[in-house]
């Protein structure tokens, strides 16, 4: 599977994105789908998962409330939208695809990575 993360940008304090992540072959609709994001000079973080059925999403404190996790598996495409988004939002976000069905929240368990797109939010 490759992942091609997309939507990144500048926004003001308050403002709103949505990323998308398309996703090659046709297997999209069996991999459970992450959210991660890195800011400069910190590690990556969990931001926002959902399984491969769509049925369940999970959420990291941070974002929960204001984030929005959602797929289309007839489009291989897993979408964030970002709503109230803060200076603090401000890192390169990557999608990735697990198919081990197990916990969403570690980067470990993650089999596929995209490239990151760059969002910054300005005060």
């Known amino acids: 599977v490759q992942l091609q993360a997309s939507g990144g940008g500048l926004v003001q304090t308050g403002g709103s994105l949505r990323l998308s992540c398309a996703a090659s072959g046709r297997t999209f609709s069996s991999y459970d789908m992450g959210w991660f994001r890195q800011a400069s000079g910190k590690e990556r973080k969990f931001i926002a998962a959902i399984r491969w059925s769509g049925g369940n999403t999970y959420y990291a404190d941070s974002v929960k409330g204001r984030f929005t996790i959602s797929r289309d598996n007839a489009k291989n495409t897993v979408y964030l939208i970002m709503n109230s988004l803060k200076p603090e939002d401000t890192a390169v976000y990557y999608c990735?695809?697990?198919?081990?069905?197990?916990?969403?929240?570690?980067?470990?368990?993650?089999?596929?990575w995209g490239q990151g797109t760059q969002v910054t939010v300005s005060s």
């Open positions: 990735a695809a697990s198919r081990k069905g197990g916990s969403v929240w570690y980067a470990s368990e993650y089999d596929y």
